[in-house]
């Protein structure tokens, strides 16, 4: 079975400038969940999806980040513009039901570096 | 509010050795979820093992075991005989569960392991 499938892994601009990841979820996953790991720390959740809905995106800084699920299935997580603290690794999780009980798993991430 | 602590920053070991990663956690659930994740350097979280607060039995699985005491908050796992590929950053976490207040992964600052051969 396929696991989460991010890209791009490694992403490098500069400031100011928009940037985009991508997430598509383990098959039959409904739960979809974005974090954000700082150098030396655990990930700290972002959003969380069930199905197409954001039920979660209290921790989402919403002037410069935003996500997308339109079909349920893959997403897609923005940010304009991108700011030098935004430098960290993105990770995408998924879960096959509500997020209480189900073990998330986990995608590669993608590491973006901002100049 | 949910707390994770790994109070080891970074641990070294030989190779055979036996090492063990400590997990202290703090939660007001009194159904809650533990897990421990490992991340290697290709940067993706491996699911290592789950275990809900009334499960107390310690779990092995071939040279990794766990164990979990709720008396003391903790979740310690340890790894027997290391290897050169266990070498990671693991992570131990803690849910919510039914009816918790918390749905949301809390995971500590994590653990690196360095095995030398």
């Known amino acids: 079975e396929a696991g989460v499938v991010q890209s791009p892994r490694y992403k490098i601009i500069e400031k100011k400038q928009p940037v985009a990841f991508w997430c598509n979820p383990i098959s039959g996953h409904n739960t979809l969940y974005w974090y954000l790991q700082n150098l030396g720390q655990g990930p700290e959740l972002l959003i969380r999806y069930e199905n197409e809905e954001a039920v979660d995106d209290s921790q989402l800084p919403k002037d410069r980040f935003s996500a997308e699920r339109l079909k349920g299935v893959d997403s897609t997580l923005k940010i304009q513009p991108a700011e030098l603290g935004d430098s960290a690794v993105y990770l995408c999780?998924?879960?096959?039901?509500?997020?209480?009980?189900?073990?998330?798993?986990f995608g590669p991430g993608t590491r973006l570096l901002v100049l | 509010a949910q707390k994770v602590t790994q109070a080891q920053t970074e641990i070294s070991v030989v190779e055979k050795e036996d090492v063990t990663l400590d997990c202290v956690y703090e939660t007001r659930d009194t159904t809650y979820y533990l897990f421990w994740y490992k991340q290697p350097p290709s940067g993706e979280l491996v699911f290592l093992i789950r275990r809900n607060s009334f499960d107390e039995q310690n779990e092995i699985s071939g040279r990794y075991s766990w164990n979990f005491q709720k008396s003391t908050s903790s979740f310690n796992f340890t790894i027997t005989a290391s290897q050169v590929v266990d070498s990671a950053v693991y992570f131990c976490a803690l849910s919510g569960g039914i009816g918790g207040s918390n749905y949301k992964l809390t995971f500590g600052k994590g653990t690196l392991l360095t095995v030398n051969p």
């Open positions: 999780a998924s879960s096959q039901g509500l997020a209480l009980v189900e073990t998330q798993y």
